[in-house]
C-alpha cells in the first residue's frame, strides 16, 4: 500500500496553463505539505496544512493555491503556469513531536512547462 | 536564515570502499535528519539524531552529530551500489509541524 500517492507522476504543460496536483496519505498523519525540488536537487518547502487548516506558507507566488478538502488530502493548483515553475513536486505527511518527526515524502510529480 | 552546507556535492567510488559526507549549519541544528533519495522517488528518512554528541548507527551506516549541534557526518562502510543516490541532511526547524529546511545534498554513486 502507497502511504503518501500523487498524482500525476509527470506533468507536462504549455506556459499559461492551469493545472493541478493531488496528493493522498492513508497513514493517518495531521500534517501534510507540499515541497518543491528544483534542477539542482534543492529541496524547499512551500506549503504545509495541519488538520486542513494553512499553518505554513512560505514566500510563494499566488498563482499557488494549495487546497486541503480533508487531512488525507492535499492538492495543488497552479495558475498561469511559467517556465520557472518547471521543478518535481513532492507531498509530504508527518506526525510526531520536532525530535521524532516522521516526515513521509511521496514519489514527486515532475512538472515541465513549456 | 539559517544555511545548511553539504560537502562534497558529488561523490563517486567503487563497491567496498568507505565514504564520509559532511552537513554543516550556519546555525544550531533544532533536531537534524539525514534522508536517502533514489533517481524517480521522494526522500526517504534514514535517521534523526537531537543531542549533541549523539552516535546512530543503521547497519553500515554510522550517523555523528556534533558536540556543539552545528555539524553532523554520514559514514558509510563498504558501499554497496544500492546505496547510490542523494543523500539529504535537514532541520527539522523545533516546530511541532515539521517544516524541514535541506542542505542542497550530496550525490553518491557506487560502481560496480
Known amino acids: 500500500d502507497t502511504a503518501v500517492s500523487q498524482t500525476p507522476k509527470y506533468l507536462v504543460t504549455q506556459m499559461g496553463n492551469d493545472k493541478s496536483i493531488k496528493c493522498e496519505q492513508n497513514?493517518?498523519?495531521?500534517?501534510m505539505y507540499w515541497y518543491k525540488q528544483d534542477s539542482k536537487k534543492f529541496l524547499k518547502i512551500m506549503f504545509s496544512y495541519n488538520n486542513k487548516e494553512l499553518i505554513i506558507n512560505e514566500t510563494v507566488p499566488n498563482r499557488f493555491s494549495p487546497k486541503s478538502p480533508d487531512k488525507a488530502h492535499l492538492n495543488l493548483h497552479i495558475n498561469s503556469l511559467e517556465l520557472g515553475d518547471s521543478a518535481v513536486y513532492f507531498c509530504a505527511s508527518s506526525q510526531g513531536t520536532p525530535s521524532h518527526n516522521i516526515m513521509v515524502f511521496g514519489p514527486g510529480t515532475r512538472l515541465t512547462v513549456l | 536564515t539559517q544555511l545548511l552546507e553539504q560537502s562534497p556535492q558529488f561523490l563517486s567510488i567503487q563497491e567496498g570502499e568507505n565514504l564520509t559526507v559532511y552537513c554543516n549549519s550556519s546555525s544550531v541544528f533544532s533536531s537534524l535528519q539525514w534522508y536517502r533519495q533514489e533517481p524517480g522517488e521522494g526522500p526517504v528518512l534514514l535517521v534523526t539524531?537531537?543531542?549533541?554528541?549523539e552516535v546512530k548507527k543503521l547497519k553500515r551506516l554510522t550517523f555523528q552529530f556534533g558536540d556543539a549541534r552545528k555539524d553532523s557526518s554520514l559514514h558509510i562502510t563498504a558501499a554497496q551500489t544500492g546505496d547510490t543516490g542523494l543523500y539529504l541532511c535537514?532541520?527539522?526547524?523545533?516546530?511541532?509541524?515539521?517544516?524541514?529546511?535541506f542542505g542542497q545534498g550530496t550525490i553518491l554513486t557506487v560502481h560496480p
Open positions: 535537514a532541520d527539522a526547524g523545533g516546530t511541532s509541524y515539521g517544516k524541514l529546511t
Open positions: 497513514l493517518g498523519h495531521d500534517t
Open positions: 539524531v537531537v543531542t549533541g554528541g
